[in-house]
């Protein structure tokens, strides 16, 4: 690529975190945060975005009576949350059954995090040279673009409580991790219901799909908090790239900033701010069980400039190595053949990976003549391994982040 003077500056990201570069009172974006031409074009503004009503919209599921003693009620229910994760993958969820002031003091805490100084927060930095991936940090260019994404993050793994690093926690605020630690427990609580409910929507035994994720014991929920700052050009950039989350749920609190877009078919679609929910998500771990009949859903994370966005993602997901995932056999027949081939989860992650790699080395950040990504990402659902991937072991790269690929 020639480069002009017009052409945004380049940045060392070694250790920059994107607070920095947006409190530096620049005017434009380094180049490593702007998006592929091709993709610009689907870039709108947020707020105008969260305003429209035309369109399909996101479902919101009541689920006060999920634990019905009535099975009339329990079934219908249940009945809206199956068809909203076959037909979307993602949903409001109200009435979810964990108090609102629990919510809002995990949120309290996670911003009081960030709203500490930066050299506060680096002392709880992760160092994803030495495998240390919890803690505080922003991505690293990882491949040949440089591709970056306009935020910072907290990724720690928040349940079953035995395998927490509680030493990597923030101590301040100073009830972080009571309050986080609560959180989990609840949320664990709620997996489990909707596991249930999914696994009945699949004509199974209740307690199947929860088994075959690991159990009580080795599901393990990994808390991301992503910190996006405010974007001097927003229309040129993402907070967190297209992709779907690896996981088997992903649960999301968020500031009631809009950010977050889903794409259905064929289009980006804007998630409202629904007071008192939380947006859940299936991710590929329950596609393959379910082989493919609930969605893993395309997403992606627009910043702005007017507000600070932040989000709190759990992931709960399999362990790596101890579980083959591929299509339960009850729902593999002649008719309806496996359409994922067995995988560990690291596995999975590692496909992923791969194509993504690859998907960046046949189309550089550089080559205008490439296709849309969301439109090539999500016309490849057919090989689910074409989607997107995540990344554990980066957590930008986490299930969330990362990984367009599939
Ligand atoms: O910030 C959001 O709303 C979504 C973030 C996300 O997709 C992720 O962390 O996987
Ligand atoms: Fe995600």
Redesign the pocket.
Known sequence: MVTTATDPPSIDNSKSRVEILANSGIKSIPKEYVRPQEELTSIGDIFDEEKREDGPQIPTIDLKDISSEDQIVREKCIEGLVEAAKEWGVMHIVNHGIPDNLIDRVKEAGKGFFELPIEEKEIHANDQATGKIQGYGSKLANNASGQLEWEDYFFHLIFPEEKRDLSIWPTKPANYTEVTSEYARQLRGLATKIFSALSVGLGLEEGRLEKEVGGLEELLLQM?I?YYPKCPQPELAL??EAHT?ISAL?F?L?NMVP??QLFHEGKWVTAKCVPNSIIMHIGDTIEILSNGKYKSIL?R?LVNKEKVRI?W?VFCEPPKEKIILKPLGELVSEDEPALFPPRTFAQHIHHKLFKKAQEDLASPNEIHEQEDRSINQSTKQGDPSFNQATKHEDPSIN???KIQVN
Do not use: F
């Open positions: 991301k992503n907070g967190v989350d992903t999301i968020h950010g977050l997403h994370g989000s993602a299930q969330a982040t």
